[in-house]
């Protein structure tokens, strides 16, 4: 189970639960991965709508590698992802601002 106070996201992916994570290691994988100069750039593309489907893409492998995961993108390419595209966005979204915020309590 994802701890939303340690930044962790829940994922399905080919029906196993992953706990994502950005870690200062991801991150820096992450921005070279996407080009972005800044984490903030990173954060202004996710929020100004300028995110493709590699984006979310590099942040899924980002967060799974935070959370101890060693594969690569490409190993993904074949994988059934719980929710499809819309729940891997939003948990790309989320892995971005867990990682520079505290979630809101319940």
């Known amino acids: 189970m994802a701890n939303p106070w340690a930044g962790e996201v829940a994922l399905t992916i080919d029906g196993v639960p992953q706990v994502l994570k950005l870690t200062l290691g991801s991150l820096a994988e992450l921005e070279a991965q996407m080009k972005a100069g800044t984490l903030i750039e990173l954060i202004e593309r996710f929020e100004g709508g300028q995110i493709s489907t590699r984006d979310v893409l590099a942040l899924i492998v980002a967060g799974l590698r ?18 499809g595209p819309v729940a891997a966005a939003r ?6 601002a867990r990682a520079f915020a505290l979630p809101e309590p319940d």
């Open 91 to 96: 948990a790309a979204g989320e892995l971005l």
């Open 66 to 83: 935070g959370g101890g995961w060693r594969g690569t993108a490409a190993d993904l390419v074949t994988c059934e992802i719980d929710g």
